[in-house]
Nanobody, 120 residues
């Protein structure tokens, strides 16, 4: 098992910023894609942004120009800077990572989720 520990969620006013962090630890050989997904009330979990080990990013149209995903490979950590937040960004944000462990096994891991609430 490789735990993913998230931090940085909270309550913010419309237009404000938040920064999410997610760190993987344990018996890690390599990490492929890392990313963030969110689940808003009454909706299915959706992709927000992903970043490969080489730094290529993929953002949902709804967050382009407002959210920036990045990662520090040496720290097995992914970040997401969220600016100009809107009430519709409210939800539980989950970190996701495809990890190859030291025993060569591969699995996709999820964090426990962090709540982001944007007040209008």
């Amino acid at each position: 098992q490789v735990p993913l520990v998230e931090s940085g969620g909270g309550l913010v006013q419309t237009g404000g910023p938040l920064r999410l962090s997610c760190a993987a630890s344990g018996n890690i050989f390599s990490i492929n894609s890392m990313g963030w997904y969110r689940q808003s009330p009454g909706k299915q979990r959706e992709l927000v942004a992903t970043v490969t080990s080489g730094g290529m990013t993929n953002d949902a149209d709804s967050v382009k120009g407002r959210f920036t995903i990045s990662r520090v490979n040496a720290k097995n950590t992914v970040y997401m800077q969220m600016n100009s937040l809107k009430p519709e960004d409210t939800g539980v944000y989950y970190c996701n990572a495809g990890i190859r462990s030291g025993d060569s096994s591969f699995a996709v891991y999820w964090g426990q989720g962090t709540q982001v609430t944007v007040s209008s």
